[in-house]
């Protein structure tokens, strides 16, 4: 098993990995056995396929607990489902005793550690995260929220888990394009700061695009190291955490101006780091060579959907009100080579305008 720290001011918390984990999820959870109740927040389809392994393992070690389940769709990281869970953990008497595992992708540990967060001013939680990029990115860094109609993850707190549970094998279910978007987010920790990871996740890709055998354990490994090393080093974004974001700017205004529903979030990131890419060459930050064998790279991993049908008017109104945004300075992560970023600051709005436009048409 590989053991994780995740070393922070005020807390530290361990991340653990192991193929098969979830079967023996009991014991590891017995740690926190001074828990009054513990409540299980996840999906029905999750349930279906995952919730029997979890409960035998709990009842194995005589733990008794409650299960939620709620919708876990982008637009049911919302209020409404928040007060549904309070009212739900309300009836069931949770107390501050008590604790929340969730079992899910980003979705459902999201909205878990807002819940655990905000439910008597805080409760502790324990992730268990289901698909890749949740295992990877979401899962580890307390970040937790939910969407507002008026824009993403507006609402929400910095609020670390007592633990984080990885188990790859909970992988074998997930769909291609849920374990693709995953691909996009690890190849973004490899262009961030780790060239080997960077070729071990086109060659893992390639691979699982040609239905062959793949193994994530490394990837999963490697990128959960990156995130917590950066989490430890900035635990509330002021600016090393900023490097996560590398493919994010236009990568969100690209899922809000599709209104979530063309491309998954990876896919969405792959088109931002295609594009920052660009921008990157255009300012001189990277060598024309390197920027070509990122674009290539991330066009070879999966089919990404095209872009046709936006508009940079649209995807523009979108950077510009996210939330980063907000004091109206236009940051970037642009990359020198692969293994390493830079925030630039400042980048005229033509340079940009050009280079999406350019890539809406095709020409890149
Ligand atoms: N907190 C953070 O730091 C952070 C970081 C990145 C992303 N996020 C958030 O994460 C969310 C995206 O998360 P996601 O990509 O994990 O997707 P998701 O939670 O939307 O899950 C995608 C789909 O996969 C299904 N699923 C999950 N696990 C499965 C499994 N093992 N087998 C079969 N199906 C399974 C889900 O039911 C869902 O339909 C977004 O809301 C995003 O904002 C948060
Ligand atoms: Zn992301």
């Not at 992708?105 to 939680?125: C, E, K, N, Q």
């Amino acid at each position: 098993m590989k053991t994780i720290l995740v070393k922070l001011k005020e807390t530290e918390y361990q991340i653990h990995i192991q193929t098969g984990l979830i079967e023996r999820i009991g014991s590891l959870i017995n740690k926190f056995q001074h828990s009054s109740k513990i409540i299980v927040i996840s999906s029905h389809k999750i349930l279906r396929l995952h919730g029997e392994k979890l409960t035998s393992s709990l009842h194995q070690v005589g733990i008794s607990h409650e299960t939620i389940a709620i919708r876990d769709k982008e637009h049911h990281k919302n209020l409404s489902t928040l007060q549904l869970l309070y009212q739900k953990l309300a009836r069931l008497r949770t107390s501050r005793n008590s604790l929340l595992v969730a079992l899910g992708g980003g979705v459902i540990g999201d909205i878990t550690g807002f819940v655990a967060a905000s439910y008597l001013r805080g409760i502790p939680y324990i992730q268990i995260p289901t698909t890749l990029l949740a295992q990877i990115d979401s899962s580890i860094g307390g970040k937790t929220g939910v969407n507002l109609s008026t824009g993403k993850n507006l609402v929400g707190a910095f609020y670390q888990p007592q633990a984080v549970f990885i188990d790859p094998n909970l992988l074998n279910t997930l769909p291609k394009k849920e374990l693709e978007s995953g691909f996009y987010e690890a190849l973004k920790y490899g262009i961030i700061s780790d060239p080997k990871l960077y070729e071990l996740v086109i060659k893992q890709a390639i691979k699982f695009s040609s239905h062959q055998n793949i193994s994530l354990y490394k990837i999963i490994c490697r990128s959960a190291e990156i995130k917590a090393f950066i989490v430890t080093k900035d635990e509330r974004e002021s600016h090393a955490r900023m490097a996560l974001n590398f493919g994010h700017t236009l990568g969100h205004a690209i899922e809000s101006a599709s209104a979530y529903r063309k491309f998954t979030h990876g896919q969405a990131i792959g088109h931002g780091m295609i594009l920052a890419t660009q921008i990157a060459k255009q300012l001189e930050k990277i060598s024309a060579g390197e920027a070509e064998k990122i674009q290539n790279d991330i066009s070879h991993m999966a089919p990404l959907p095209r872009l046709s049908n936006l508009r940079w008017q649209s995807i523009c109104r979108h950077m510009l009100s996210d939330k980063k945004f907000i004091d109206n300075r236009l940051k970037f992560i642009l990359p020198r080579k692969i293994g390493k970023v830079e925030i630039v600051e400042d980048i005229p709005l033509g340079v940009i305008k050009t280079i999406v436009r350019n890539y809406l048409r095709g020409i890149f």
